[in-house]
């Protein structure tokens, strides 16, 4: 039999066996954390080098934003006074104290203007000729490195290229004082743990040290500072510092000028608390196993049963159960109960929550779907009906065109007011078309020229009406890859609204230029031009400037916007550019330039048709709306055709069992039977001996399209129509009859 142990000894083990690993599991919990701790400061440490770098950008970017703003001097262009320029830098200087000078240098290096000097007398030869060099090759900003003055003081040196014409005429530069540099490092004051911070320049030179500064500024750097840093963007590693100790140093290398910021501290501060806690993590677990040892297994089931019903409650909260009743007499697990008893209600409220939200959400997409649909359904439907009404009276302006020869003064107004208001309209259907995507461009090689021509062609009443003179210089051989009628779309509303914006006896000029696979049309004027303010939104949609009273300029204000859609939608890019008000306006057109040869294209003739009247044709026309009807048929009989009418698809097929139209022109909202119908009935009824189908309808949308070709219609065309298309259509079903006609008795 075995003796038996006493109780204090048992209990003594188990506390033994439960705080042992206790206390290793916390010496090596300690050790990672004071690793983490480590990572931590050192991250922190290179947080603040970053920091250091992005200000001292943006102090350097700020220096190269005020001398660009004085390098857009007027005086610096052509013919400008550098004796003035000279006192406009003078009081540019006079607001940066710690800038030494403004110097005015040549390309090459030669001093014109030094605000440190007396006008006309510049010091000999640029401060630091490299960066010089830098400037003019890259056209761009260039920072320099510490430099002695030769007043005896360190600075560099911050130029900017002066660019006229697309040269670098001049090179202005900022001789700035390490000070501006300094007063960044120190800004704000150090953090407690940091030693001092440093910025070297590209030559590996101190230009600012926050610790004995007048000791090393303008000294090299460390050898070992200059091998971790040369090469590299950022980074730590340890070092010695000029005073010789040791030291951790993180680095940054800055974005603008390429100078290295630096951030140094002791080493002892970092290594010095990890080992503190570890000592201290040691001496409190013996202190534990020793106090602890005594209480232990007493302790041990009583905090075993509480333990595991918070556990219990716990997992219920997780897997979204209702918490069990608990009762407990330890403080602590009492108020752990009752947290995650709060907590299992936050859970329930804020799933609830998010259920309503949700549906709030698909309630909300819901109705924006809606809208958007109702919104196109009522832009299709406002283009249709304001088609029908300008259909009837372009036709009875085209009848008087014929008649007379000419439109007198108020039906030529009419006539002009008139197209204005198709072209709105035009434009409304297409902003929505292109807003959703349904655009579809036919795309193939063609000349530039071609292109602008027939936008000018379209145009060049605005620019009569006005007086202004147009001056078109596109050579030929300039090709691109586009929709033509697109593009024409585009060209057209650049040159309308350089009409619009260019008071009466102003000039307007179209030009291009070449540039690699890309081609830049530009259309410049020296009309009202755009304010600053407007110009970031001018190819917004509803977007306009400042109109006079009586709104003569008109417009909706989405032709620009337009144009920006079809350009990107060719893979181009569209700008704008203004002086200012009352000071002009250009817009640039960018686009791909095609790889076909110009030698190789069809020459594309305009895609007006002209009325032929050589042979006239029966024609059918049929349209609910009286006036319509009358005057379309009145167009056709002036042009030489024969024409019956109809008002209703069942009269039409009336009219068709006693007349053999050869051609039908169909309006596609007819009452009882709409104009789909009434072709597919036409076509069922008289088979090969069925007329030409044209649809003629308010209706231009992609889908309108595929449904009337659909219906059996050979041509759809939307209202108003170009009527000379409309008699070539007609012209050529009437000399289709007549080639028939002529070639039945051969066959017989």
């Not at 000729?129 to 260039?142: D, E």
């Not at 590693?237 to 010789?244: M, V």
């Not at 804020?350 to 909300?364: I, K």
């Not at 595929?706 to 219609?713: D, K, R, T, Y």
Request: proline share 5%.
């Amino acid at each position: 039999m075995r003796r038996p142990v006493p109780l204090r000894w048992i209990l003594f083990g188990l506390a033994i066996g439960l705080l042992v690993p206790v206390v290793v599991f916390s010496c090596v919990l300690v050790v990672k954390l004071a690793r983490a701790d480590r990572a931590a400061a050192e991250d922190r440490l290179l947080h603040r080098a970053r920091t250091l770098a992005d200000a001292i950008d943006a102090e350097m970017g700020a220096t190269i934003r005020a001398l660009e703003a004085l390098a857009a001097s007027e005086e610096l262009d052509e013919g400008g006074d550098l004796a003035r320029f000279y006192a406009e830098a003078k009081r540019v200087h006079a607001t940066q104290p710690l800038w030494l000078s403004i110097v005015l240098l040549t390309p090459e290096g030669a001093p014109l203007e030094d605000t440190s000097r007396t006008r006309g007398q510049p010091r000999e030869g640029p401060l630091d000729r490299p960066s010089l060099v830098r400037a003019v090759t890259t056209r761009g900003p260039a920072i320099g490195d510490l430099t002695r003055h030769p007043d005896g003081e360190l600075a560099f040196a911050v130029r900017v290229p002066v660019i006229r014409d697309q040269d670098v005429r001049y090179v202005l530069s900022a001789v700035v004082r390490p000070r501006a540099v300094a007063r960044i490092a120190a800004a704000g004051g150090l953090a407690k743990e940091d030693w001092t911070r440093s910025v070297t320049d590209n030559a590996n030179t101190v230009v600012v040290r926050t610790r004995r500064s007048e000791e090393f500024v303008g000294r090299p750097a460390t050898p070992l500072f200059v091998s971790k840093t040369t090469g590299g963007v950022e980074g730590l590693f340890p070092s010695t510092t000029l005073e010789g100790v040791e030291s951790l140093v993180a680095f940054r290398r800055t974005a603008l000028a390429g100078w290295v910021t630096a951030v140094v501290i002791l080493r002892d501060q970092i290594d010095g608390p990890v080992r503190r806690s570890f000592l201290l993590v040691a001496a409190t677990g013996l202190s534990l196993l020793i106090v602890g040892a005594g209480g232990a297994f007493l302790l041990g089931r009583r905090l075993s049963r509480e333990i595991a019903g918070a556990r219990d409650a716990a997992e219920s909260l997780a897997h979204g159960k209702e918490l069990p009743a608990t009762d407990s007499s330890i403080d602590e697990i009492v108020r752990l109960n009752r947290a995650l008893t709060r907590s299992s209600e936050l859970l329930g409220r804020h799933e609830r929550e998010r259920e309503r939200h949700l549906h709030e959400v698909e309630v909300a997409r819901t109705f924006a779907e809606e809208a958007s649909h109702a919104k196109d359904e009522f832009l299709a439907m406002l283009g249709h009906e304001l088609r029908n009404p300008l259909s009837p009276i372009v036709a009875a302006l085209e009848v008087e065109k014929i008649r007379t020869g000419r439109l007198g003064r108020e039906l030529a107004i009419v006539e002009r007011q008139v197209q204005h208001l198709v072209r709105l309209v035009e434009d409304l259907v297409d902003i929505s078309r292109i807003t959703r995507g349904k655009i579809m461009l036919r795309r193939e090689p063609i000349e530039l020229r071609t292109v602008v021509d027939r936008a000018v062609e379209m145009t060049k009443p605005l620019f009569v009406d006005r007086g202004h003179s147009l001056v078109v210089d596109v050579p030929s051989g300039l090709v691109v890859d586009a929709d033509a009628d697109r593009l024409t779309q585009v060209f057209g509303n650049l040159l309308a609204n350089a009409a619009k914006y260019t008071p009466a006896g102003g000039n307007v000029a179209v030009a291009t230029s070449a540039d690699g696979d890309e081609i830049e049309l530009r259309v410049e004027d020296d009309g009202n031009g755009i304010d600053e303010d407007l110009l970031a939104r001018v190819f917004d949609p509803f977007v306009q400037g400042k109109r006079s009273s009586a709104r003569q300029e008109g417009g909706l204000g989405i032709g620009l916007t337009l144009v920006r859609r079809l350009v990107e939608a060719h893979g181009g890019r569209v700008a704008a550019s203004s002086g200012g008000v009352a000071r002009g306006a250009t817009f640039r057109v960018t686009l791909p330039r095609s790889a076909a040869p110009a030698a190789d294209l069809p020459r594309t003739e305009s895609r007006a048709p002209s009325a032929a009247r050589a042979i006239g044709a029966h024609v059918l026309v049929v349209d609910d709306n009286e006036d319509a009807a009358e005057l379309l048929s009145e167009l056709l009989a002036t042009a030489g055709h024969e024409v019956r009418c109809a008002h209703d698809g069942f009269e039409a097929l009336a009219v068709l069992e006693e007349y053999a139209p050869d051609i039908a022109v169909l309006d596609i909202g007819l009452p009882g039977m709409d104009g789909y119908e009434l072709a597919t009935r036409i076509r069922e009824r008289f088979g090969e001996r069925a007329p030409v189908l044209v649809a003629l309808t308010g209706y231009g949308q992609p889908n309108d399209r595929v449904q009337s070709e659909q219906a059996g219609f050979r041509h759809h065309l939307v209202k108003p129509p170009l009527h000379g298309e409309l008699l070539a259509l007609v012209a050529r079903a009437g000399e289709a009859r007549v080639r028939s006609s002529e070639a039945a008795p051969a066959d017989g």
